[in-house]
């Protein structure tokens, strides 16, 4: 099946920008969706479609996809950005539909 | 906005079935929508259980199709999981989801999720 790697954490000072970013072999032909979780917490979607926003999710989140990478870019980070994050693909290409998530990136805010 | 709660037994034996129970509220669950479980074991990250769309199709994760069975209640506006013989490693925080989208899904709406754990 599909495998997505995420390196394990990112460190970041405040007011600079994150890059999480999600391997998978020739990724850029598929659309991938990020998942914010905070401890305790169910995840959230912050961007789908590579890179569309839900409502409410502010501006500084946002995505790319090319090649072999896709990635998360957190602009302008703060203390609350601080939480794992999870790319994935819906993945269609065998005989049956498979939900394959990343195995998350903590992002730790310095 | 739809909402969604999961329910059910916090702990399970060895050996037993899993169930728990997800509750649609705020929407319906025949809408054009495939409706997901997902856990996540202690310290780690998630797995996709199963999906169900309200015509009671389904698909289920490979690796967990011989013990998963997924259903839906539309008359209560739900859907449910069961998973059968489990060890000690299906111990995680079980949640159900929304999926939304075409072509390519992705999960919209989460419930809160809930813990289960299989212990005797």
């Known amino acids: 099946s599909y495998v997505l790697t995420q390196p394990p954490s990112v460190s970041v000072a405040p007011g600079k920008t994150a890059r999480i970013t999600c391997g998978g072999n020739?990724?850029?032909?598929?659309?991938v969706h990020w998942y914010q979780q905070k401890p305790g917490q169910a995840p959230v979607l912050v961007i789908y479609y590579d890179s569309d926003r839900p409502s409410g999710i502010p501006e500084r989140f946002s995505g790319s996809n090319s090649g072999n990478t896709a990635t998360l870019t957190i602009s302008r980070v703060e203390a609350g950005d601080e939480a794992d994050y999870y790319c994935q693909v819906w993945d269609s290409s065998s005989d049956h539909p498979d939900w394959v998530f990343g195995g998350g990136t903590k992002l730790t805010v310095l | 906005q739809v909402q969604l709660q999961e329910s059910g037994p916090g702990l399970v034996k060895p050996s037993g079935t899993l169930s728990l129970t997800c509750a649609v509220s705020?929407?319906?669950?025949?809408?054009?929508?495939?409706w997901s479980w997902v856990r996540q074991p202690p310290g780690k990250g998630l797995e996709w259980i199963g999906e169900i769309y309200h015509s009671g199709s389904t698909n289920y994760n490979p690796s967990l199709k011989s013990r998963v069975t997924i259903s839906v209640d539309k008359s209560k506006n739900q859907f449910s999981l069961k998973l059968s013989s489990v060890t000690a490693a299906d111990t995680a925080v079980y949640y159900c989801?929304?999926?939304?989208?075409?072509?390519?899904?992705?999960?919209?709406?989460w419930g809160k999720g809930t813990t289960v754990t299989v212990s005797s």
């Open positions: 989801a929304r999926a939304s989208g075409e072509i390519s899904y992705y999960m919209d709406v």
């Open positions: 020739n990724i850029g032909s598929k659309s």
């Open positions: 705020g929407g319906s669950i025949s809408s054009s929508n495939w």
